[in-house]
Each structure stands twice: as C-alpha cells, then as structure tokens.
C-alpha cells in the first residue's frame, strides 16, 4: 500500500510500514497519523502479518510532530493532533503481534514515543533519540513523559527530557531501551521480527499482553494475568499439539538409542 505519507509493504510474514516524509525528516502530518493508525489496524486485521516493523524513508526515523503545522493550529486543532496522534501509540500497545522500530537518524518527539510504544528497538549506530519538546517549551504529548520514566528510569528519563538533548543509540542500549545496534537496522530488526513471527501467534500476543503488563500495571496483576494466559495456552490444540511433538520425539531418541 503506497499512500501520500507512508508506505506499507510485505516481507515474508512480517508487514512494514514505512514514514515517507524524507525531505521533512517524516515529520507528523495530521494525514500521516491517520494513515498510521488505518496501517496498524489493517496489519492487526491481516493474520498472515505475523510482526510489525517500523522504520522512516530517507534515512531518519521520524523528527517528530509537524512543527510548521503547529504554527498554524488554533487551541482547538492542536489538541485535536494530540488526540489523534495518541491513537498511535495505544494502537501500537494493543495489536497483538510483535513491533520492532528500527532507527536509523533522528528518533525525535513523536518519532521517540513511537519507538517507546513499540516492543523492541533496532538502532544503526548514529541514530539519535530524544523528546526535545523542552527547547518549543513544550512537553511530549504522546505519552514520552511516562513512557521514557517507566523505561529508563525516572532520574535518566528526567535528564533527557529537561535538556532535551539527543541521545545515542549506545547510551540508549547502555539503558535498556534500545534492543541491538546495527550497521544494517532493517535487517536486523526483519530478521528479529521473523524469528518471532515464527511462532504460535496466540502466545506472542499473550506475551505482548503480559510484559506490558509487567511494567504498566501491578505485580499481582501481572502474575494472575499471567497464569491466566498459560492455562488457556495449554488448552489450544497448538499448544498440546507441540507438548505431544516434544514428548514423542523424546520417546523416539529414546528407542533409536535402544536399537542401536
Ligand atoms: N516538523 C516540521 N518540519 C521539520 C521537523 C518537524 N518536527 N523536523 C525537521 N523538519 C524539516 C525542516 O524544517 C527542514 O525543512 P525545510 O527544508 O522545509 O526547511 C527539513 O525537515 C530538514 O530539517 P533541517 O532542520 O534542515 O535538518 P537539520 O539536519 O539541520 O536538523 C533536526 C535536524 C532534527 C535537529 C532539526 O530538524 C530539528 O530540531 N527538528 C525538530 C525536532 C523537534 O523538535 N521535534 C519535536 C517536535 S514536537
């Protein structure tokens, strides 16, 4: 699917949905956030999507909301963007199949709280990560001032988000944050995604469920919701079908070895 502001296109299992702003480093149009949001519902629709990687056209990520729309925006319309925008980031959390974002450039703002709400991050080397909504005397609107704390800790999320500066992609991995650095992020975070996608789609998206769960809601929580899922995996014919493969091919190791 080629549309004005983003492309999504198939790699094997795994759907790629691309930011196609280049010459404005993808930054956020209000078209582009609805597009986002109808390729994340599509690829949530789409069963033979197994993963989700995102990444921007040009060489960088995305440099965040469209600032030179902001200029133009009443009250009104700029908290109708915001809105909007949030979609993006819970949509993300919700579909239940892996998100891997791989940066390359700037990972700015919106760009940042994108790859903060998706699963795992694929950095090249260079790439630069910040929500430097301090130095528009701003803050984030998409969700960067709780998910940065709950990710890096609120002391460091703090230094970033009061400076503003840019941060880089091994100070980000340093922190947790970024997964792996890359000199080929796509391919790394493809191979990534594939690895996932490989498996039983009901588990990876119970997995999905309970690590956010883990750090968005309480360990009680977590760990009910968590047994929860594992009785109602057991009880899929995928589930079973595999516990029966593992026990049949132990047994069959075990009479190969008698025979011989
Ligand atoms: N909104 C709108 N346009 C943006 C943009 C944004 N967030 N970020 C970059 N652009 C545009 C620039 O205005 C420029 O367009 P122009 O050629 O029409 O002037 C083009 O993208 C290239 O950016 P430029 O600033 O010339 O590149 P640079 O390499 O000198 O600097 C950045 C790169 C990322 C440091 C700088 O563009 C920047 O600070 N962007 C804003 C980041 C930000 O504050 N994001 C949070 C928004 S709430």
Known sequence: MTTSSITVERRGTVALLTFARPDQLNAMSGAMVEEIVAAIANTERDDTARALVLRGAGGNFMAGADIKAYAQQSAEAFRDFQESAGRIYGALESLAKPVIAAIEGYALGGGFEIALSADLIVAHPDAKLGLPEV??????????????????????????????????????????????????????????????????????????????????????????????????????????????????????????????
């Open 135 to 260: 130095k528009l005397g701003l803050v984030p609107g998409g969700g960067g001032t709780q998910r940065l704390a709950r990710k890096l800790g609120p002391n460091r999320a703090a230094e970033l988000l009061m400076t503003g500066r840019f941060a880089s992609a091994q100070e980000m991995a340093n922190c947790g944050v970024v997964n792996r650095i890359a000199e080929d992020t796509l391919g790394e975070a493809l191979a990534l995604a594939e690895q996932m996608a490989r498996h039983p789609a009901g588990a990876l998206a119970d997995l999905k469920r309970l690590n956010l769960a883990a750090w968005q809601t309480g360990l009680g929580a977590g760990l009910d919701a968590e047994r929860d899922a594992v009785c109602a995996l057991f009880l899929t014919g995928d589930g079973m079908q595999r516990i029966r493969d593992f026990v049949a091919r132990s047994e069959r190791k075990k009479t190969e070895g008698t025979k011989a």
